[in-house]
């Protein structure tokens, strides 16, 4: 079992819809949560981070964490174009300072 | 303007021959990451550093090697050792402050190309 799972997709959606990726680890003693974004060629740039369960809302962005669960999810809402890429989840587990990466999801914003 | 500075974006390798990837941050952060992307197969950690003159293998350190004589600096030597080089290569940095906040800042990556 992978420590950090995503579904790979493509995850396609029209735009304006809300787009919703999630993320499932196996580390129960995971403490941080992070959300990056890759575009295509480019480098990760963050986009939220969450510690506590519950949902932390960022402009558009909302991340939602469930550690009972042990799962963390990102929703997109008025999708744009502009949003089309790939999402790497990442979780920091118990004191490692290492982040566990997911093989992360690829977003197709469809004008 | 603060951030992580990666150099060359593009660089070529012969069969054989060393290369050495340039990462210089001027955020003050204590750790320091590099990390190898392939397509399909996500961040890969080479190896890290948490404090100067320390640093540890990641996942997949074989034929490669770094220095930490400065805390601004990690470069990452890909030695002829490594037998398929070819791949985007990401220099990361973090702090380490509070409940575990670790969030990693990336430079602009460079991209290996072996001829």
């Known amino acids: 079992q992978k420590e950090v799972e995503q579904n790979s997709g493509p995850l396609s959606v029209p735009e304006g819809a809300i787009a919703s990726l999630n993320c499932t680890y196996s580390d129960r003693g995971s403490q941080s949560f992070f959300w990056y974004r890759q575009y295509s060629g480019k480098s990760p740039e963050l986009i939220m981070f969450?510690?506590s369960n519950g949902d932390k809302e960022d402009g558009r962005f909302t991340a939602q964490l469930n550690k009972a669960s042990q799962y963390v999810s990102l929703l997109i809402r008025d999708s744009q174009p502009s949003d089309s890429a790939t999402y790497l989840c990442a979780v920091k587990a118990g004191n490692n300072r290492k982040l566990i990466w997911g093989l992360g999801t690829s977003l197709a914003v469809n004008p | 303007d603060g951030g992580i500075t990666q150099s060359p974006k593009y660089l070529f390798r012969k069969e054989g021959q060393n290369v050495t990837l340039s990462c210089e941050q001027n955020l003050n952060h204590d750790a320091m990451y590099w990390y190898r992307q392939d397509p399909g197969q996500g961040l890969r950690l080479i190896y890290y550093s948490q404090i100067v003159n320390d640093f540890q293998k990641g996942d997949i350190a074989e034929g490669y090697s770094v220095s930490r004589e400065k805390k601004e600096s990690f470069p990452l030597t890909v030695t002829s050792a490594q037998k398929n080089p070819t791949a985007f290569y990401l220099c990361?940095?973090?702090?380490?402050?509070?409940?575990?906040?670790?969030?990693?800042?990336f430079g602009q990556g460079t991209r290996l190309t072996v001829v």
């Open positions: 969450i510690y």
């Open positions: 990361a940095s973090s702090i380490v402050s509070g409940r575990g906040r670790t969030e990693a800042f």
